[in-house]
């Protein structure tokens, strides 16, 4: 991955999370190190590159966090191919990194609730593969001491996620039958585990390899290479979960019983095929019509930045209930591994190629 010390920005840079980058000459030397990963370019991998960038002071009502883990997922490769609809109208260079898991160093006047050291978390959607960041106060939830920070990244985008599909969304009821496709991925993980403590009978859609994992997580596993997963269920499934989109998502409506939901989440099989924004989100839009389709199934897409911005409280929530099972040792989020800077563009290009079974974690503690 390229680094480097000193690359233009704008306005547009600023608001997407990007921190202006600092010539080496002003660099000052009293103040602690700053480092970034932002997007040169929307495109492939190679558009990454570590620069420094200046240090953040927290403002009013903000506190500045020493970031300790900043996961990655696939929504990352959406967003820097510039397929994700929250982040369309922000423009190269900006900084990347969805969630962090950082510790308070610096305190923006107005705030009171919380101390220099303390443990917070966020899902800033861009912003946090850094070294320092500022976050809203009023935003955070608290990180409980103990916890291993890598894991608690994993839990801020994707177990928040699968939480809010299972007991917001979709509202289950212990006993009923759910299909996860991409099982054995960050979220498919999650919701086979979080299905499993809220008493659910799962199956998982992955490719053979992923079985082992998927039994360890106690759902069947689907092969969906050899098997045909509308036919797995006779009666069909009270619940689907897709964030693949294979075939429009006709065959995950197609494996519910009447009356069931199914739930969209994303559209790796179109980003894969190499489609455009327009034509995904005209599919997208399709899934509302079909609950006039005789049958009383019913589809809609769940996004967890639009019920974090209806709804808050119940995201903090939500992420602070997951991060007490996972100081239980109820949960057990995998960390596939955690890696450096220098390291982004490649745990990039791997999640793009599949076959992950844990998350990638950037922890800036690990680089020099
Ligand atoms: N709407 C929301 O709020 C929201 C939130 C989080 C994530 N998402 C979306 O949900 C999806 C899953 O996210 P994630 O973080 O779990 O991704 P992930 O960790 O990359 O997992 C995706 C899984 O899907 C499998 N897969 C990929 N392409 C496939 C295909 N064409 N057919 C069948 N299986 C395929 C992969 O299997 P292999 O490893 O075997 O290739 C992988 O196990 C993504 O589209 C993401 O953008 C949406």
């Not at 935003?139 to 990244?153: K, T, W």
């Not at 009821?173 to 054995?184: E, N, T, Y």
């Not at 036919?231 to 619940?239: N, Q, S, T, Y």
Request: aromatic content about 8%; hydrophobic content about 45%.
């Amino acid at each position: 991955m390229l680094h480097r010390s000193l690359v233009p920005s704008d306005d547009d840079a600023a608001a997407a999370g990007a921190q202006p980058a600092v010539p080496r000459s002003t660099e000052s030397v009293a103040e602690p190190h700053n480092r970034v990963v932002q997007v040169s370019r929307f495109g492939d991998a190679d558009g990454l590159e570590v620069i420094d960038a200046v240090m953040p002071k927290a403002g009013r009502g903000e506190v500045r966090v020493r970031v300790l883990a900043s996961s990655l997922q696939y929504t990352d490769v959406l967003i820097r191919r510039h397929l994700y609809p929250q982040t369309a109208r922000h423009r190269p260079p900006f900084v990347m990194g969805y969630d962090v898991v950082g510790e308070i160093d610096q305190i923006g006047d107005g705030v009171r609730d919380f101390q220099i050291g303390n443990r917070v978390a966020d899902m800033t959607v861009v912003g946090s593969n850094a070294d320092y960041r500022t976050l809203r106060a009023g935003d955070v939830a608290r990180v409980p001491a103990g916890v291993d920070a890598a894991e608690a990244a994993t839990l801020i985008l994707s177990w928040t996620t699968a939480y809010q599909l299972l007991h917001r969304a979709a509202r289950v009821q212990r006993g009923q039958r759910v299909l996860v496709h991409g099982a054995a991925g960050a979220v498919g993980q999650a919701l086979l585990a979080l299905g499993r403590l809220a008493g659910l009978d799962v199956w998982g859609a992955a490719r053979g390899e992923h079985a082992a994992l998927i039994r360890e997580l106690e759902a069947t596993p689907i092969d969906y290479q050899r098997e045909d997963f509308t036919r797995v269920l006779p009666g069909g499934f009270d619940v689907v979960f897709d964030g693949i989109g294979e075939d429009g998502y006709r065959r995950s409506f197609a494996a519910l019983k009447p009356g069931g939901l199914l739930l969209a989440i994303g559209f790796s099989a179109s980003v894969q095929a190499q489609r455009r924004m327009l034509p995904i989100m005209m599919e997208i839009a399709r899934l509302y019509l079909w609950r006039l389709l005789p049958g009383g199934k019913r589809a809609y897409f769940y996004s967890v930045n639009v019920m974090r911005a209806r709804h808050p409280i119940w995201f903090k929530e939500d992420l602070e209930r997951l991060f007490g099972l996972l100081a239980t040792g109820a949960i057990r989020p995998r960390v596939a591994e955690r890696i450096s800077f220098d390291k982004v563009a490649e745990a990039h290009r791997r999640l793009e190629a599949g076959g992950l079974e844990g998350k990638l974690v950037l922890c800036p503690e690990f680089s020099s």
